[in-house]
């Protein structure tokens, strides 16, 4: 395989780095006189990873969760569909659902456990609202977005719609139908872009059909994580 068509990150790692100490800190501190932690000491974080609808944040969220033990999963998508009848409120709901998601991110963080979060966006406000509760907590943010041709990534999203099995995945499907269907993709791809261009500082990860090892390894910065 050659290396253009492997999975590149802008920066070296997703490693552990030192933040203002905060509650979460001080919590992750007391845990040395106690039983051993499965992530080793450190300071908890939020990982953030943006990415347009099929290029596999999902996929590298749930990867990520199940390589740190007891890191939380959040999918707000996930929370919206807890709310009965959101699709006839979708906005109102997005934003109960982000509102609920922030509340949860405080209370894993504070456990001085990870979050991470895979998320479409194309506004700015929850990124902000994520990176000031890490801040009020002492943890670390890290934002990552995930970047894919767009029409490679609408196939993905559309054989993915096609079948599917799990219940945020209908409810994408069913959300892109009531926002014009297929030919709301285009604009739903643009719209990461324009949050990512006021975020300079975000790490990018290429991503392809496929290749998700390639891509978890862009996300982790190699096999080895220092807080094991």
Do not use: N
Not at 66 to 84: C, F, I, K, N, Q
């Amino acid at each position: 395989m050659s290396a253009a068509r492997r999975a590149v990150a802008q920066e070296p790692s997703l490693r552990r780095t030192s933040a203002r100490p905060g509650r979460a800190t001080q919590r992750s501190r007391s845990r040395q006189a106690g039983a051993p932690s499965p992530y080793g000491l450190g300071v908890p974080r939020v990982v953030l990873i943006l990415g347009a609808p099929g290029s596999g944040k999902s996929t590298l969220g749930g990867r990520y969760a199940s390589e740190h033990p007891l890191t939380l999963a959040l999918d707000v998508d996930v929370v919206r569909s807890m709310l009965g009848g959101w699709l006839d409120q979708p906005t109102e709901a997005g934003l109960l659902a982000r509102r609920l998601a922030l509340a949860m991110a405080r209370v894993q963080l504070l456990a001085a456990r990870d979050v991470v979060v895979p998320q479409f966006l194309g506004r700015l406000d929850f990124v902000l609202e994520l990176e000031q509760l890490c801040a009020d907590v002492g943890a670390q943010f890290v934002e990552v977005a995930l970047l894919s041709d767009a029409q490679d990534a609408a196939r993905r999203f559309l054989r993915r719609s096609a079948a599917a099995q799990s219940s945020g995945h209908r409810d994408a499907a069913a959300l892109l139908e009531r926002l014009g269907g297929v030919d709301a993709l285009p604009h739903m791809y643009a719209r990461p872009l324009d949050v990512l261009a006021k975020r300079p500082a975000t790490r990018t990860i290429v991503t392809f059909e496929g290749e998700i090892e390639q891509a978890y390894g862009a996300l982790e910065g190699g096999p080895q994580d220092d807080r094991r």
